[in-house]
């Protein structure tokens, strides 16, 4: 997916790009083979910027796309299509983007969702989640050979950016009666923890401990979600009695110290009213 666009006020200029390494992006004209699908763009770009104000620029890369039909459906029309039916909230056309045995991996959980059953639930909370004031704001879609795009996004609240809010997405789509459909999807969200050098310290003794037992690296690589799995139910049983009571009793300190804060502010402003009246 190789665009930039606001789903709330985004304006579209189209640049088309080539791959050769230079220092800045150069005007690439598609050629003649290409002429209908540059057609389109230009038609789609000059209604785009007639229907929304000026904000973002779009790029979309037609590299190697000879095969492509000028009235199919582009990688890139199926994005935004999708991220759209998300802000608009329209579960109808959202579970239209999704394959049938869709592949969802959201690297926020622990284990992906399998079927367009289990995505349309984690869509639906998320579109919930978002109340009605949070949009997804796409800025980079690059859309590679065959039927694959990625994306850059983040979420804004009423036209502003949220922080820790920045995505990279990336598609893999089928072919379903004339359309494209997402069929794998691979999400990455920023985390509001910058480990920074820790991370880098981490994967040092993790290869470490890789590369002394080998046997159970490569037992724990085979089937790493049932090993999570397993050590959060051995959690549950084992530790989360005696943490979930610590944290009971946390909580309850805490509640009485705010009491108490709030009963010796009602004093003073008391003692205040009585004597500076």
């Known amino acids: 997916m ?10 579209v200029t189209r640049n088309l790009v080539t791959i050769s390494k230079t220092p800045r992006l150069q005007l690439d004209l598609p050629s003649q083979q290409h002429s209908d699908r540059f057609n389109g763009i230009k038609n789609d770009t000059i209604n785009m910027m007639l229907k929304y104000a000026s904000r973002r620029n779009i790029v979309v890369s037609c590299l190697n ?10 990688g890139y029309d199926a994005v935004m299509k999708f991220y759209s039916s998300i802000n608009e909230k329209n579960q109808d056309r959202l579970s ?11 690297f926020s959980f622990s284990k992906p969702f399998r079927g367009r059953k289990e995505a349309m639930m984690f869509f639906e909370e998320l579109v919930k989640s978002m109340g009605q004031n949070v949009k997804f704001c796409v800025e980079n879609v690059c859309e590679g ?18 922080p ?14 004339g359309r494209l459909v997402i069929r794998n999807a691979r999400i990455l969200i920023e985390s509001p923890i910058k480990p920074g050098g820790i991370a880098l310290t981490l994967l040092k003794n993790i290869t470490f401990l890789f590369d002394e037992f080998p046997k159970a690296a490569e037992l724990f690589l085979e089937k790493p979600y049932a090993l999570i799995q397993s050590a959060i139910r051995i959690y549950g049983l084992i530790l989360a009695p005696l943490v979930n009571h610590i944290m009971a009793s946390y909580l309850k300190l805490l509640s009485n110290t705010a009491e108490f804060f709030l009963l010796v502010l009602k004093i003073i402003i008391k003692i205040r009213n009585i004597f500076f009246k």
């Open 145 to 162: 050979d065959g039927y694959s795009a990625a994306v850059n996004w983040h979420l804004e609240w009423k036209g502003r950016k949220i």
């Open 96 to 106: 239209s983007c999704i394959s049938n045995d869709c592949f969802i991996d959201d």
């Open 65 to 74: 796309q000879p095969t492509s039909k000028s009235n199919q459906i582009s």
């Open 164 to 177: 820790f809010t920045r995505g990279c997405s990336f598609y893999e789509f089928t072919e379903e009666g």
């Open 2 to 11: 190789a665009s930039m666009v606001n789903f709330m006020s985004p304006m």
